[in-house]
């Protein structure tokens, strides 16, 4: 484990490297002020290491430092990526498309990035105001980009941003791409190497045909768009949560058809601060009162809160006493996935995709309905990289998540909570029409598939030390395995960092053939699936736990998910100690 002492020189003569260097006043006074604290926990966590690209690209706290958000990294990770979009498309007129949310100093950081690019002689399609993360991913596409950024920390707390790079197909940097744009960046020996002297004549403002093309695509992949029709005036409440969604999915619910859609007006409007949530987060529940409070005043059917980027939406249905009940982001895409792949009338070739982390009874529904099923490692980019390696041989039908993550169709290559939206609004509609409930429906696809249940557990690491734990608990986990985990035997460990499936019982291993990735999987005699792995975004470290058990009876639904709740509780007492 590295010393305090080491952490605290390299920050300190990092900070010094950044007072030397040709920034401005400002910032100048802040490295000095970290520089003269008697504490210099702040210094090292802004200091200590530089930012680099993980599973949703460049992300941190807003503020002075090597290891922070601000002007000068997000003008270094820009140049990076010029540098590479020049070396990768020698001698052709290169575009990109720029976006951002509705977070403090998005709309800055956005302007800052099409400078850079515009100074390098890069053509920048700029969004004239904050947009959902989807629609640049679409935008990139539509626009004939080889590139796009959008400034974001997607649901993080109000002191972070972030930077997602794409690449021409419109998904997330992948390798080699990632990691030769950091090189890029890491050649960078001075900010005056970076170009921010904007050229005005190479930006444009993205005008409507956008999203008039993209909302033409929805369209398309809507089922059962008679339901729509005949319950048009379903009783809908939506909430941005201060974000951009506010910008798009009314639009396109309106564009399907649904005529009784109810916003949040305390959270209509975009806001970097998030005044009315702890946290601008749909997976917490808190994050979802207001919504559900206006849908009890209103007697509505069916509740949806995005972030603040527009790529990930909570959703609330009634049970069966008519109270909310939460759909957490397995329960929610299985019924998604449930609901289309019942819909899909040609299974020709047809594929989904989910990531290594997500329940499994997406994959147990794709193999008893005719539909392959592929896992990737966690991250959208690993999704869309499949849909790009199997464009042209097989036919993409829908992806997702468990942390509140869906795509359907391949027009966009990230996740995407606009249509996602769309698609839920549907689902309610049809199974209304269907004299039947969402919390019905899902009752019988448990029925049918199996009653699965997961819980996730996130212990917060923060700052140099925090990673340093972070790290330990993945060597402890790695090179010790149990062999016990409350009570149930464990089979299995897959090490998908050292890429080997191996049995605890015989010490038989075989290849794991996707590409390394810090993450661990237990699995037991009993099929729970414990996956462990360093968050990618957040200064955290997650425990992934699923079980599973035949549900014979319906009436029984409750009571089941109860016993599996139980056995969920005390894996990851045992696990978290």
């Given at each position: ?24 006043a ?48 997000i ?56 947009r ?11 626009l004939k ?22 690449w021409?197909d ?33 930006i ?59 916003i ?19 997976e ?14 209103i ?53 989904i ?11 147990r ?7 392959e ?22 036919k ?45 429906w ?38 010790n ?11 299995r ?9 191996r ?14 990735s ?44 109860e016993?599996?709740?139980?056995k ?10």
């Amino acid at each position: 484990m590295i010393q305090i002492s080491e952490l605290l020189a390299q920050s300190t003569a990092r900070a010094k490297e950044w007072l030397a260097s040709n920034i401005d006043a400002d910032s100048k006074k802040q490295v000095e002020a970290l520089l003269n604290r008697e504490d210099p926990k702040l210094l090292i966590d802004s200091f200590y290491k530089t930012l680099e690209f993980g599973t949703g690209g460049l992300r941190g706290i807003m503020g002075v430092g090597s290891n922070c958000i601000n002007r000068y990294t997000i003008g270094a990770a820009t140049q990076g990526l010029a540098n590479y979009l020049k070396k990768s498309f020698p001698g052709q007129e290169i575009s990109v498309a720029v976006a951002c949310d509705s977070r403090n100093n998005s709309s800055y950081f956005a302007q800052v990035t099409a400078d850079v690019f515009s100074a390098n002689g890069i053509n920048v399609h700029l969004f004239p105001e904050l947009r959902p993360t989807p629609i640049l991913s679409f935008a990139i596409r539509q626009l004939k980009c080889q590139s796009g950024v959008v400034i974001t920390a997607s649901h993080n707390p109000k002191e972070y941003n972030g930077y997602k790079a794409y690449w021409t197909d419109g998904a997330q940097l992948v390798p080699p791409h990632d990691k030769n744009v950091i090189d890029e960046v890491n050649a960078i020996t001075s900010f005056d190497q970076i170009k921010f002297n904007s050229d005005p004549a190479r930006i444009k403002r993205i005008g409507p045909e956008v999203e008039e093309a993209y909302y033409t695509e929805v369209l398309k992949l809507i089922p059962r768009q008679e339901s729509i029709r005949k319950q048009s005036k379903i009783s809908i409440v939506y909430s941005s949560l201060h974000g951009a969604g506010i910008t798009m999915v009314p639009e396109c619910l309106k564009r399907l058809g649904f005529e009784n859609v109810t916003i949040v007006e305390e959270q209509k409007k975009p806001d970097g601060n998030f005044p009315t949530v702890e946290s601008p987060n749909p997976e917490e529940r808190s994050a979802m009162d207001l919504a559900l409070k206006k849908a009890n005043a209103i007697g509505a059917d069916l509740v949806m809160a995005t972030d603040p980027d527009t790529d990930r939406v909570g959703i609330g249905i009634r049970n069966s006493r008519g109270e909310f009940f939460l759909l957490n982001g397995n329960q929610a895409l299985s019924l998604m996935i449930w609901f289309i792949l019942k819909n899909l009338k040609d299974k020709k070739d047809a594929y989904i995709a989910k990531t290594i982390v997500t329940t499994d009874l997406i994959d147990r529904m794709a193999e008893q309905m005719g539909v392959e099923c592929v896992n990737t490692l966690t991250g959208f980019k690993y999704i869309a990289e499949l849909i790009r390696d199997n464009e042209g041989k097989k036919k993409f039908i829908a992806a997702g998540e468990e942390s509140y993550g869906y795509m359907v169709g391949d027009f966009v290559r990230d996740k995407d909570a606009v249509s996602a939206c769309a698609f839920f609004a549907a689902m309610a509609a049809a199974a209304k029409d269907d004299g039947r409930s969402l919390y019905q429906w899902m009752i019988e696809m448990y029925r049918e598939y199996g009653l699965y249940r997961e819980g996730l557990v996130n212990v917060v690491r923060k700052g140099a030390e925090g990673a340093a734990q972070i790290r330990y608990m993945m060597d402890r986990f790695r090179s010790n395995p149990p062999h016990i985990i409350a009570g149930q035997k464990v089979l299995r460990l897959l090490d998908y960092e050292k890429q080997i499936d191996r049995n605890l019982l015989n010490g038989h291993e075989q290849p794991i053939t996707l590409p390394k990735s810090d993450v661990l999987q237990f699995l037991t005699w009993e099929g729970a699936k414990i996956s462990v792995r360093p968050s990618g975004t957040e200064p955290k470290i997650k425990f992934y736990v699923s079980v599973n058990l035949r549900l014979s009876d319906p009436n029984n639904f409750e009571l089941a998910m109860e016993h599996l709740g139980d056995k969920i509780a005390e894996i990851e007492k045992d696990l978290v100690r």
